[in-house]
């Protein structure tokens, strides 16, 4: 098990958000703590995606705090935001890799703006073959997008993602789309990059398998609220049908 | 009154467009003076607008030029004016003709391209990858297009004339035994920088228009595939009426001033 300190990078309080006359997020508060793994799970269209895309300003909240390593997102001009998501890595569930790009010139895309974050005698090259060799894809380095299998378009948007060396990674659907073989390699991926980075994570999933191999902590988002919270192994053995449901 | 609220529908939605095109073209000049410049970006697209438009450019207005002389010669020769036939394909290619000729079928090749590109990385997310790594994807894509179109459209106005003025150089040839000295001294007699000045600052508004909707509609595209057709195909057809508006004010300041 994974040593979580007791401290939080990251804090939703309150957040709502309306689509029309559709309340997606209803009041929904988290708090996400240095090192954890914090799975969330629930149905389709109960505000999951929404509530991350809200936290990288994709997404503007009607109304809510959301405070990451202890900035208030609604204080930050557009540089101090800018600044503040390269701390964020953000993988897509479509991985949204640049396709006009190669696995080299995607990988090199957010170092442009950002390089000055590292030291002065690291280059470009090193850090996009470092990230390429933790994901194990070095040899895809001069490939097209459209030349990869999804599996190897998830890693790659994984080492994107690391490329920044952000503290808090956000998974949208890591494992969807994916087959099984597959879905348990990326996984662990996702645990040995906790385990290097030290990074804080919330991961969106609908996945029963790649919860309780990742998370330390779950949330259960229904119709925009937290419905339940705690381990794996504490909403396994819930008697409520809700939480029941997601386990069979 | 029930049957009139589609239409007030239609010309609210038609007035909000325009207004988030002028807010889309007020951004573009915000952020073409602002830091970081993508030269790269600019030189790519550049590239990618001039280079591969340009065997497009010129075979069109090498058809141009044979069939206007070709349509024209009859007529001329029954007043016995096929003398005056140089100076007329010249004043009309470089005035009218090859600007706006050359500048549909950009925004049909071009336009068409930039909508269904930005409208497919919308759709894919990958606009939305590009915020989050903290780059600004308007100033990566959309400031880069709309200068390239904007620079290169004009010249690619040049080389469709020119292959115009070619192209009737042949069939003069052909049917007049007329010289390539003799028919360009003609051309070149014939045009006056009247001619040449408005007709070429026109075109810079035309690609600018060309690069300014096939931008707003990629950018802006609603999600989904069909969303990706929609915004090419508005992208053209948004971009060919704004260019015959554009070509009517240009003709209309010209008259006036010149």
Known sequence: MIDVKKKPILEIKNLNKKFGDNQVLNGFNLELFEGENLVVMGKSGSGKSVMIKCLVGLIEPDSGSIKVMGKELTNLNQSQFDNLRTEIGFLFQGSALYDSMTVRENLEFPLRRHINRFKSHTNTKTLVEEALTNVGLLHAIDLMPSELSGGMKRRVAIARTLILKPKIILYDEPTSGLDPITSKEIIQLMVNIQEQHKTSSIIITHDVDCARVIANRMILLINGKNYIEGSYTDLNKSSDEKVKAFFK | ?258
Not at chain 2, 69 to 76: G, N, V
Not at chain 2, 148 to 157: E, F, G, K, R, S
Request: glycine share 10%; charged share 15%.
């Open chain 2, 1 to 258: 009154m029930k049957q009139s609220f589609p239409t007030i529908t239609k010309i609210k939605n038609f007035f909000i467009e325009i207004g988030e095109l002028t807010y889309f073209s007020n951004r573009f000049f915000k952020e073409l003076f602002s830091t970081p410049f993508e030269f790269k970006e600019l030189l790519r697209q550049c590239y990618y607008v001039g280079n591969k438009s340009l065997g497009l450019v010129l075979i069109t207005g090498f058809i141009i030029g044979l069939v206007l002389t070709i349509q024209t010669r009859p007529t001329l020769e029954q007043f016995g004016a096929e003398a005056w036939m140089p100076s007329m394909v010249s004043i009309s290619l470089i005035r009218e003709i090859g600007p706006i000729i050359t500048a549909l079928i950009c925004a049909g090749r071009i336009g068409s391209g930039i909508g269904a590109e930005l409208g497919s990385m919308r759709v894919t997310e990958q606009i939305d990858a590009m915020e989050v790594s903290g780059t600004n994807p308007f100033k990566y894509l959309v400031v880069t297009r709309i200068l390239a179109t904007t620079l290169m459209i004009p010249i690619l106005v040049i080389f469709g004339d020119a292959m115009g003025l070619l192209g009737s150089f042949i069939i003069e040839n052909l049917k007049g035994d007329v010289s390539f000295f003799l028919y360009f001294d003609k051309v070149f007699h014939a045009i006056e920088f009247s001619d040449v000045l408005p007709a070429t600052i026109k075109t810079f508004f035309f690609g600018y228009a060309i690069g300014l909707v096939g931008c707003y509609k990629g950018y802006y595209c609603n999600k989904g595939t069909v969303g990706v057709g929609v915004a090419a195909n508005s992208a053209v057809v948004y971009a060919s009426m704004l260019l015959f508006i554009i070509d009517f004010i240009a003709v209309f300041i010209t008259d006036i001033f010149i």
